[in-house]
């Protein structure tokens, strides 16, 4: 049977990773994946992170199986982080389940759809993340796009958006980037998210908020916005949380669905469902990472700790951000580089062909993913100014 199947290239994220942890030069530059990263190049255990689980280790007693929705207090913080102060009634009509990272997360979602009968397509912004495309073709669902950002106006499309979202068929599922957008680190403004929302209620069309950066753009109240608006007004919404960046719990395969009903009494069936999609997967999530969170969210001290770690992080993206436009302003005074500032979160799409991004990597070590995404928060005070150096003469 196996000889039946072929390799398959490196993902286009983790493969260029990879590539990057096997270059031997000392000038080697990573801006590919999405960690965030220290002004050394570090990614550090945040430090609320490292004494709960330091805590977690000291009293665990066990690691025997936990219920298949997951860690009660990781589930009921999430609901409280991405859903805010809402009225009770929202609150009881969404399900929420711990699953395996943000991931996990969209691909239960994606399962769930199909088994509704509602449809077998997908809608996704033009562009997103690359791994969009493989975990909703897993599912079995296929896949259009709407327009949204143009790399070389470097712009939302959002007239264009707009004319394509109302043209979607009734009960689609589409994805939506909540905030800090991937790969393109541009947001609808609220006005524009209110005409989104507009659309989606009267088209009856089911929308899967994919929250993977909440803390990191606006902050974390602000990053949510557009979610608890449709919670407000919207009958049925998924969402999927990501504790990879904000917790910094990356490789601990963090998250959470979470699936809002129409009211309190579709809640148990979308938990049953959710779970036992997940039972004919992977059976259960993994519980560390949640354990750890939810220590977090029950001490009000780490908790604070916890605020201040992702307000200190976003404003050092925000710094990048700032003095990266600064450098490529200082080689290209024909251009503006405002957008960079005003884009969110850790990533920015440079506008350059995959032949550039080629070039760079294997000529100047420079690595970033082949859309010529960077990761913002993988400068470095010491790297911006070379990077500027190499890029700039390619942009427009
Ligand atoms: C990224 O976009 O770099 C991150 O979300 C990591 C990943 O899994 O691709």
Aim: aromatic share 6%.
């Amino acid at each position: 049977a196996f000889d039946k199947l072929k390799e398959i290239p490196p993902d286009a994220i983790l493969g260029l990773m990879t590539a990057y942890q096997a270059d031997h030069s000392p000038d080697k530059i990573d801006l590919t994946v999405g960690v965030y990263k220290d002004n050394q190049g570090n990614t550090p255990v945040m430090r609320a992170v490292a004494e709960s689980e330091r805590r977690l280790i000291e009293t665990q007693a066990s690691k025997a199986y936990l219920p298949p929705l997951g860690v009660a207090g990781f589930r009921e913080g999430i609901r409280r982080m991405v859903l805010g102060p809402v009225d009770g009634t929202v609150e009881s009509r969404t399900a929420v389940i711990q699953t395996p990272g943000g991931c996990g997360a969209l691909r239960v979602a994606a399962d769930m759809y199909r088994r509704t009968g509602s449809g077998d397509t997908v809608y996704l912004s033009n562009p997103t993340w690359g791994n969009h495309r493989g975990l909703m073709t897993a599912a079995g669902l296929a896949l259009e796009e709407y327009p949204y950002y143009s790399p070389s106006t470097h712009q939302l499309e959002v007239d264009q958006m707009l004319d394509s979202l109302s043209r979607i068929p009734p009960q689609s599922l589409i994805v939506l980037q909540a905030s800090s957008h991937n790969p393109t680190g541009e947001d609808p403004d609220a006005a524009t998210w209110e005409q989104v929302l507009d659309i989606i209620e009267e088209r009856d069309i089911l929308p899967l908020f994919d929250l993977a950066y909440q803390g990191l753009g606006d902050g974390l109240d602000q990053d949510a916005a557009v979610i608890r608006a449709a919670a407000e007004r919207l009958p049925e919404m998924f969402v999927a949380v990501s504790c990879s960046k904000n917790f910094g719990l990356y490789r601990e395969r963090t998250g959470a669905l979470l699936i809002m009903g129409k009211d309190p009494s579709h809640r148990k069936v979308l938990e049953t469902q959710a779970a036992n999609v997940a039972r004919g997967s992977y059976s259960m999530s993994p519980a560390h990472g949640p354990l750890i969170v939810a220590g977090i969210f029950e001490d009000p001290k780490l908790h604070q700790l916890w605020l201040d770690e992702v307000n200190e992080m976003r404003g050092r993206i925000q710094g990048l951000r700032n003095k990266f436009a600064q450098a490529l302003a200082n080689e290209r005074s024909d251009l503006d580089f405002s957008w960079i500032s005003h884009q969110r979160g850790m990533f920015s799409l440079l506008g350059l062909t995959q032949n550039e991004v080629d070039t760079l990597r294997e000529d100047q070590h420079l690595y970033m993913v082949r859309d010529s995404r960077i990761n913002i928060a993988g400068l470095q005070g010491a790297t911006i100014e070379p990077i500027a150096k190499a890029v700039a003469p390619l942009m427009s």
